[in-house]
């Protein structure tokens, strides 16, 4: 099974932030979608809009931890200052991605096809289409 199958049954809507929002926007923005996690932008003159990384509940709570209240006025850039996005691309393998999340320690990747955004897959999604592929075999 490919990312490409997970990514046909979810919703096309990706949700992202950019580099100069704070803490507490994002938040607001996982809150209001309901979702944990966000891809950021940036702008780069040479590149236009693109991805640069991921941020997560676990990036608001090590920014209130480190920070106290103050944390929420924090720039994204201010935590997450020389992004390195990890992606893979919709004809990956679930086995490959869920071994990159593993090695990264990560739950979310963007999933980047031709230089372009088209979605984010989870954890969650590799083990629900996992529990599916089990369930059609059994």
Do not use: W
Request: charged residues 20%; proline residues 2%.
């Amino acid at each position: 099974m490919q990312v490409g199958d997970i990514l046909r049954k979810k919703t096309a809507r990706v949700a992202t932030v950019r580099m100069n929002e704070t803490v507490g926007i994002a938040a607001q923005l996982m809150r209001a979608s309901n979702i944990s996690a966000l891809v950021i932008k940036d702008v780069v003159r040479t590149e236009g809009n693109t991805a640069v990384g991921m941020f997560t509940e676990r990036d608001v709570v090590r920014a209130i931890a480190e920070h106290g209240a103050a944390g929420v006025n924090l720039k994204i850039s201010q935590l997450i200052p020389v992004p390195q996005l990890i992606s893979c691309s919709s004809s990956d393998t679930l086995e490959h991605v869920r071994h990159l999340m593993n090695r990264h320690h990560i739950r979310h990747l963007p999933v980047i096809d031709n230089y372009s955004l088209i979605g984010v897959v989870s954890i969650r999604d590799i083990s629900t289409a996992f529990d599916d592929q089990a369930t059609a075999a059994a």
